[in-house]
């Protein structure tokens, strides 16, 4: 039985990497995989890069399955958009399905939404580039005014908050970083909420 997703419902996957480390379990996942991704999977040089790609291409197709079960998981085919943003071939839908990858290591996300454009990031907090001349470099005069705002103990969360709806937003629009980063502008100054706004010629809509 199909899982059902309103229009206006995320669905959100997550798999922790670190946990599957059954052997048998991860060879059975490559029965899931196309001719090509195989091809693909065994070019990578270090063993947590091909787990990572075993693990992230099962999952996008297992899970598409469970929207769409007509289809089964060997079966998807999926092509990329001029900016190189992979979606699912139409002629395999019966409703228009989107998704969307990150990952991080440890941790793999997929965003699944029923008839809007999605893009999802997920980024380590240990990760060691939450400093000032990235934010500069990376965030809009507004938000980096807005970054420097916040306590210093808090700094590294809030850089992360403007660093993974950004990316977020530009996965989204299918565009990637051909969208100029100072072009749109984040604020998290009401509390528990997050605004958008933009700048010429991006004329999005908030």
């Not at 950004?166 to 990637?176: D, N, P, S, T, V």
Request: glycine content about 2%; hydrophobic content about 40%; proline content about 5%.
């Amino acid at each position: 039985m199909s899982i059902e997703i309103s229009t206006n419902s995320i669905h959100l996957w997550f798999v922790p990497t670190d946990q599957l480390n059954n052997t048998k379990l991860l060879t059975s996942y490559k029965q899931f995989l196309s001719n090509a991704e195989l091809a693909k999977h065994a070019r990578f040089v270090f063993e947590k890069d091909r787990k990572q790609y075993l693990i992230t291409r099962t999952l996008v197709r297992s899970v598409l399955s469970k929207y769409i079960d007509q289809v089964s998981p060997r079966d998807w085919e999926f092509i990329l958009n001029d900016y190189g943003k992979p979606e699912v071939a139409s002629e395999l839908l019966s409703f228009p399905l989107k998704f969307n990858l990150s990952h991080t290591p440890n941790m793999i996300v997929l965003a699944i939404t029923n008839g809007y454009e999605i893009g999802v990031d997920v980024e380590s907090l240990e990760r060691d580039i939450a400093t000032d001349e990235l934010a500069k470099y990376a965030f809009s005069d507004s938000e980096y005014k807005e970054l420097k705002q916040v306590p210093f103990e808090l700094f590294k969360e809030r850089f992360f908050d403007f660093w993974t709806f950004k990316e977020a937003y530009i996965k989204a629009c299918g565009m990637g970083l051909s969208i100029p980063l100072e072009s749109f502008s984040l604020s998290f100054s009401a509390p528990k909420k997050v605004s958008i706004s933009f700048e010429e010629p991006r004329n999005d809509d908030p």
